[in-house]
């Protein structure tokens, strides 16, 4: 089973508007962080946002924000007011526990979603 | 920006040559990784190192070693390249997980190099 699922493959989204890009995941764990990537056309991973298990609000990075739901196993990303150079993929990653690799800082990505935006 | 460079950038082989990437860090982390992209995939680790000369297998490892001799270098080798192994490596580096505090999983984030293209003929 798949530790990181991120069920749209595309999406398309007009400038200016918000948009949500979906992961869940699966862990035992109960200390277990969550990170989103972005990957640019040119190839670049860049870190965008991160939420641990134990934090209590969302986390927000200026016009990111994610959408923490944990009994729903969720970290959606938000991206408020999309810009031209949004357009992208974006990965969900997960560190688990110590015990399965989060002791050494291993992430488990998702497969990806490619966002577009609109002019 | 972190201090990442990968070297080749880009590389086109032969089936069953030898072939070694390499990984340079400036920041002196203790943890670095391979990863290789390939469409569908996302991002898969290949293997992983947790200080000199201390490495360990990731979830796609077969068909891959590597080494690491001093802190800022982690070298990736296939001993003989297949078509399959045509992909795009990535390195990173982090300064995780030296402490578990209350038993929460670190912040650390990870820092990728530029990625090298391997194109196996």
């Known amino acids: 089973a798949q530790k990181i699922t991120q069920t749209q493959p595309g999406m398309f989204v007009q400038e200016k508007e918000a948009v949500t890009l979906d992961c869940t995941y699966d862990?035992?764990?109960?200390?277990?962080?969550l990170f989103w990537y972005k990957q640019p056309s040119s190839g670049e991973m860049i870190f965008l946002i991160y939420?641990?298990?134990?934090?209590?609000q969302n986390a927000t990075e200026g016009r990111y924000s994610l959408n923490f739901q944990k009994a729903r196993k969720s970290a959606n990303l938000v991206i408020s007011a999309s810009q031209l150079g949004d357009s992208a993929m974006y990965f969900c990653?997960?560190?688990?526990?110590?015990?399965?690799?989060?002791?050494?800082?291993?992430?488990?990505f998702g497969k990806g979603t490619k966002l577009s935006v609109k002019p | 920006d972190a201090g990442i460079t990968q070297s080749p950038r880009h590389k086109v082989t032969e089936t069953g040559t030898p072939v070694t990437l390499r990984c340079h860090q400036t920041?002196?982390?203790?943890?670095m990784y391979w990863y290789r992209q390939d469409p569908g995939h996302g991002l898969r680790l290949i293997h992983y190192?947790?200080?000199?000369?201390?490495?360990d297998k990731g979830e796609v490892s077969d068909g891959y070693s590597v080494s690491r001799s001093k802190t800022e270098d982690f070298l990736l080798t296939l001993e003989s390249a297949t078509s399959s192994q045509t992909s795009v490596y990535f390195c990173?580096?982090?300064?995780?997980?030296?402490?578990?505090?209350?038993?929460?999983?670190?912040?650390?984030?990870?820092?990728f190099g530029p990625g090298t293209r391997l194109t196996v003929l």
């Open positions: 939420q641990g298990s134990y934090d209590e």
């Open positions: 190192s947790y200080g000199v000369k201390d490495t």
């Open positions: 862990t035992s764990d109960q200390s277990y962080g």
């Open positions: 990653a997960m560190r688990e526990g110590w015990l399965h690799g989060g002791s050494q800082g291993n992430l488990i």
């Open positions: 990173a580096i982090s300064e995780c997980c030296e402490t578990w505090t209350s038993g929460r999983a670190p912040y650390n984030e990870q820092f």
């Open positions: 920041e002196n982390h203790r943890y």
